[in-house]
């Protein structure tokens, strides 16, 4: 990491500008020809441009209209006023085609949902959810719409408020992004989290609840008849691990601002046997957070819907319908209980391999069935950007065989008769204008009602147990009786709609603790914490107690039950002795002190296996308390325990402490300096300690560490490795021992000094090691190499040829080797030393996309500019299947996300599209040293950056001047400058084959 002292001149290169126009896109007919659908579907165009452009989010009313939220104007491009529109599309000749669009309300900004509910649409649009109304039924908001809520976080971002859904309690659902919420309700509930959630709330603004924690970015949740929810979750590119989530009502779902660990670090932390190993990125592996149902892979998921109609067969019905536009496909999860929780499998039903244009972001079910795609249309998405604000399609999906019919009139409902059939609509809209009609009636709809549970279809009794329930009185009786129905799944939703009474039923659900379904006997976990008593630890003891250590689901629902008594619960639970070894995740959930104690002190038995000691300290490092951490140490120092075991605790202990959400306030603690002191002294762990202080710049080890380097009775390697960690924990007066060190007897040590003096980049000594004649051509020639291997190193010999003080027998060399230099602010500053006539031809600072457009690309010979080309210098930020450097977005399937042009213009314009993780951050400290990389972590403790060098930076909060995010990337904008149009062409052809 370069710090800059305060007031220090930074010279930024911008040059020239670039002009990009996006590929010839297909044509909507093109297009449509491109799809490729199950053999269950049929896909004909719905809308395209100009009737609707950029859909985000579409919903269908009971007439079967098509109710579009249009981005034209996003995120860089957002006008001010705003300009986006919600508008509605109509198919009023039946041909199964819109040809009629009628733009309900302009002036929007950037809306990512719009939901109907009668005369009410909703719109949320961070940080506001909007209400307009339409009375006379024109299509036309009436006025302005009115703010319901406010503080929903992300603001023109993409991780805010996203769409909301219509429950079968009447009630909205909202999936919201991780920059967070404090919103207080019209009721004066209140919401607030620093992450994404589950959100959910009466239609009036009130009863606002959090249902589930800690996504990254879901898109959008969908909720079935049942009450059961499900959505997907976007992760950080390149980390193959986008989810599909069940929801756990109360569940904490593992993200905090970033993933535990680099994907890089995967196989080193995480043995293949590791349970749920492939949700690392959320901490699905690790006791207490909710793993996924699925996890994807690659992908930028977006919206989801329940599908629960028999239309297209037994495949698709009573599951979520999935649009993830990062890989251009539209996919069924099939959820079926297993245990305490579920089982998921998916199968894609509409992709696009033809067109990398194909953007499928929302997905609807009309009236009779029929479905609606909306297809963004755009070369590239996430991360903020879109190159295409003229273009959107809408697809209309319909059962090869057999014909379409819905059973119900369009709402709203003058009877109950009318009603009770239209509570079967698979469309939520047709089913709340049914619930509203049921609602106003109240005690007259309770027959029908009742009839219904007893006598309809699946989805239609559940649909009728909500409104009984909120009708309320006598009606909820109905609910009560179902605790006692034949059917587990009936058994189950009634325990789900009585648990929202709080205590209220807590003598009628607590006695299905003994029920012989899990279902059941999770509904009644989730349930418990609302209910207090001993009654109720009884249920949760008893529940608990089946635990043996495979049911995931069971684990996470007694953890979400136990909440706040959970030592209690772990003192009925080991009434007749301890919880078993299979039951040692619970233990951990309920007692992480006592779980550490159990590790450790297995761990320091003295017949442990390699193989067993290595399960040990996995367990333990998922343990959050802090108790493990300093138990590792102390085992890491136990001069009776075996080296391996001591250097494998040691290592254990500072890969948790760098992760986010680990053990990370040992950083900060005195004690594990004075530790690591100690173990510098040992010489079965010096050099394992010495990596530690390195790793966790414990710099109040710095003078132990330079006392090392000094001491000529250690090995030569010890004390080589000494000055590099010394280096990186930068001592005072570090450079003048260094010098000391140039002279040492053993080369390794004086190379090693060499080496440091060049990473320090101390002027001074590097001025003497060029001018001083006790320093041979080879020793300054060493110098020299290692100095140009770097950004701020080439500045320096730039400033040494400048003044005339680097040998003349290395100039040449330097200049040569800067011209080659990975940065290409490097390679332009020492252009100068070239004549203009010598200068190879390259694209400079003028670029033209449709030049390099034009030119078809050798993937091959990309691959070899990729990966070894310096002009172009990928690989120092970019890793593709595991080759190359972590710094930047993976890119082994980006080649699926764009398409050519919208790679280019990714390249040409990084700045445009920024994910979260890969924004850059200036942070200056009180005493003027600055800092730059990406935010890994900042709480009231510490800010925590990644700097170009992929290393880890710790400042102090308490030290922390400025914190503030750049509006540029680290990537260069001038990266393909050094190379020609056909190295370009290349490159992009290689890209394009990384799927």
Not at 33 to 38: N, P, S, V
Not at 541 to 550: C, D, F, P, R, W
Not at 558 to 583: C, F, H, V
Request: hydrophobic share 40%.
């Amino acid at each position: 990491m370069n710090t800059i002292a305060r007031g220090a001149l930074v010279v930024w290169l911008v040059c020239g500008a670039w002009a990009a126009t996006a590929p010839a896109q297909l044509s909507p007919e093109e297009e449509l020809k491109t799809l490729e659908a199950a053999p269950d579907f049929e896909v004909s165009l719905f809308a395209s441009e100009p009737l609707v452009t950029n859909p985000a989010a579409i919903d269908v009313d009971t007439h079967g209209r098509v109710w579009v939220a249009e981005i034209q104007w996003y995120r860089g491009g957002a006008q001010n006023p705003p300009a986006d529109k919600i508008k509605v599309l109509e198919d009023t000749d039946g041909d199964g085609r819109a040809d009629k669009a009628t733009v309900f309300a302009d002036g929007v900004f950037a809306p990512m949902s719009v939901c109907v509910a009668g005369d009410k649409v909703y719109v949320a649009t961070s940080p506001d959810l909007w209400v307009y109304e339409d009375k006379d039924g024109d299509l036309k908001a009436d006025g302005p719409p009115k703010k319901l809520l406010t503080g929903f976080g992300g603001h023109n971002h993409d991780h805010g408020a996203h769409s909301l859904t219509l429950g079968p309690d009447h009630k909205w659902w909202m999936a919201h992004g991780d920059r967070g919420f404090d919103v207080q309700g019209t009721d004066g509930s209140h919401v607030k989290y620093s992450w994404g959630a589950v959100l959910r709330g009466e239609l009036d603004g009130s009863q606002l609840e959090t249902v589930a924690l800690n996504f990254r970015n879901p898109y959008e949740v969908c909720v079935d008849s049942f009450g059961e929810a499900y959505l997907s979750d976007n992760d950080n590119d390149g980390n193959e691990s986008v989810r599909i989530c069940w929801i756990m009502e109360g569940g904490n779902y593992g993200w905090f601002g970033g993933p535990p660990f680099d994907k890089q670090e995967l196989d080193a932390l995480l043995s293949p046997e590791t349970p749920y190993r492939q949700h690392w990125h959320f901490r699905g592996h690790v006791p207490g957070f909710v793993p996924a149902t699925l996890v994807t892979g690659f992908g930028s998921p977006t919206g989801i819907c329940i599908y629960e109609s028999d239309a297209f067969g037994p495949k698709y019905q009573d599951a979520p319908l999935h649009t993830d536009a990062g890989p251009r496909v539209c996919r069924v999860y099939r959820h079926e209980p297993s245990g305490f929780g579920m089982h998921a499998t998916s199968d894609v039903f509409l992709s696009n391999e033809g067109d990398n244009y194909f953007r499928p972001d929302d997905i609807c079910v009309a009236p009779n069935g029929a479905l609606y795609v909306s297809d963004w249309y755009d070369g590239g998405v996430g991360g903020h950007g879109y190159n295409n604000p003229e273009q959107g399609r809408i697809f209309l999906l319909v059962p090869k065989h057999g014909k379409l019919a819905r059973r119900e009139q369009p709402g709203p409902y003058e009877t109950i008769d009318e009603a009770v059939v239209a509570l079967g609509s698979p469309n939520l809209a047709t089913q709340y204008l049914a619930r509203e009609r049921l609602l106003a009636e109240g005690e007259k709809s309770v027959p029908a009602l009742r009839k219904l549970v007893d006598e309809g279809e699946a989805n239609d009794r559940a649909r009728a147990l909500w409104v009984l329930d909120r009708i309320g009185g006598s009606a909820r009786k109905a609910v009560v009786e179902k605790l006692g129905s034949p059917n587990k799944s009936m058994r189950a939703l009634a325990v789900r709609i009585l648990r929202r009474h709080g205590d209220q039923y807590a003598s009628e659900i607590l006695p299905l603790a003994d029920d012989s379904s899990d279902e059941v006997r999770r509904e009644v976990l989730l349930a418990l914490p609302n209910i207090e008593g001993p009654e109720a630890l009884d249920a949760l003891a008893k529940i608990a107690a089946v635990y043996a250590g495979s049911d995931r689901y069971l684990l996470e629902a007694i953890n979400i039950a136990a909440a706040d008594r959970k030592q209690e619960m772990l003192a009925r639970l080991e009434q007749d002795g301890p919880l078993s070894d299979d039951q040692f995740a619970l233990l951990q959930v309920l007692s992480p002190s006592r779980a550490a104690q159990r590790v450790l002190a297995k761990l320091e038995s003295d017949d442990l296996d390699e193989r067993t000691a290595e399960a040990l300290l996995q367990n333990a490092v998922h343990i959050p308390s802090l108790e493990a951490g300093w138990g590792l140490l102390r085992l890491a120092q136990n001069p009776e325990a075996s080296s391996a075991l001591r250097r494998q605790s040691l290592n254990r202990l500072v890969a948790n402490v760098n992760r986010r959400g680990g053990w990370s306030a040992m950083a900060r603690d005195k004690k594990l300096a004075e530790a690591l002191g100690t173990l510098l002294s040992d010489e079965e762990l010096r050099e394992t300690a010495l990596r530690a202080a390195r790793q966790l710049r414990v710099r109040r080890l710095a003078r132990n560490v330079v006392a090392l380097a000094q001491d000529k009775d250690l090995p030569a390697g010890q004390r080589a490795a000494a000055i590099d960690v010394a280096v990186a924990l930068r001592p005072g007066e570090l450079a003048k021992k260094l010098g000391e060190l140039l002279a040492d007897a053993q080369p390794a040590v004086a190379d090693a000094a060499l080496r440091g003096l060049v990473d320090l980049q101390d002027i001074r000594s590097l001025r003497e090691i060029f001018s001083d004649e006790r320093f041979d051509a080879d020793t300054r020639r060493a110098a020299s190499d290692r100095l140009a291997d770097g950004t701020a190193g080439a500045i320096v010999l730039l400033r040494l040829i400048d003044e005339d003080r680097l040998p003349e027998e290395l100039k040449s060399e330097v200049v040569s080797k800067a011209l080659e230099h990975p940065d290409a602010n490097v390679r332009v500053l020492f252009e100068k030393f070239v004549p203009e006539d010598q200068r190879a031809e390259k694209l400079g600072n003028v670029i033209s996309a449709d030049e390099i457009l034009a030119l078809s690309g050798d993937a091959n010979r990309g691959r070899t500019i990729f990966f070894k080309s310096s002009a172009a210098g990928c690989k120092q930020c970019h890793a593709v299947n595991g080759f190359g450097s972590s710094l930047g977005p993976e890119l082994t399937n980006v080649g699926k996300k764009y398409d050519r042009g919208a790679l280019l213009e990714t390249i040409l314009d990084p700045s445009k599209a920024i994910a979260p993780e890969f924004k850059a951050y200036l942070l200056e400290t009180a005493s003027g040293q600055v800092y730059a990389g990406f935010l890994v972590e900042q709480n009231d403790k510490q800010v925590v950056l990644k700097d170009v060098k992929n290393e880890t930076i710790r400042v102090p909060a308490d030290e922390v001047e400025v914190l503030v995010p750049q509006p540029k990337s680290l990537m260069p904008e001038l990266v393909l400058s050094q190379v020609t149009a056909q190295d370009a062409a290349d490159l992009l052809a290689f890209l394009t084959t990384l799927k």
